[in-house]
């Protein structure tokens, strides 16, 4: 499974934005994916996840009302739609995809950068 994430950038304060990540290669054995981010001198931490064929997902406390992840299956594509964006957001964000036959922790994207202005 290969990753690529896209549509990161610079925005005020207040703004939005929308991450994609496209899959490819053995799409059929992802079983969950989901959003990480990592600011400087911080640890990697879960945005939002979705499981359960795109059933279910979470969210991270801190954006939860202003973030929401969905997948296109069609296109193989997981988005990441983030609005009301606060200088707190400023990460590098990464796509994550779990298979029960891939390695521990599943398949991650290069990342990119989300910075927010205030």
């Known amino acids: 499974v290969q990753l690529v994430e896209s549509g990161g950038g610079s925005v005020q304060a207040g703004g939005s934005l929308r991450l994609s990540c496209a899959a490819s290669?053995?799409?059929?054995?992802?079983?969950?994916m989901g959003w990480y981010r990592q600011a400087p001198g911080k640890q990697r931490e879960l945005v939002a996840g979705l499981s359960n064929g795109g059933r279910s997902t979470n969210y991270a406390d801190s954006v939860k009302g202003r973030f929401s992840i969905s997948r296109d299956n069609a296109r193989n594509t997981m988005y990441l739609q983030m609005n009301s964006l606060k200088p707190e957001d400023t990460a590098v964000y990464y796509c994550?995809?779990?298979?029960?036959?891939?390695?521990?922790?599943?398949?991650w994207g290069q990342g990119t950068q989300v910075t927010v202005s205030s």
């Open positions: 994550n995809a779990y298979s029960a036959d891939g390695p521990n922790g599943g398949y």
């Open positions: 290669g053995s799409t059929f054995s992802i079983n969950a």
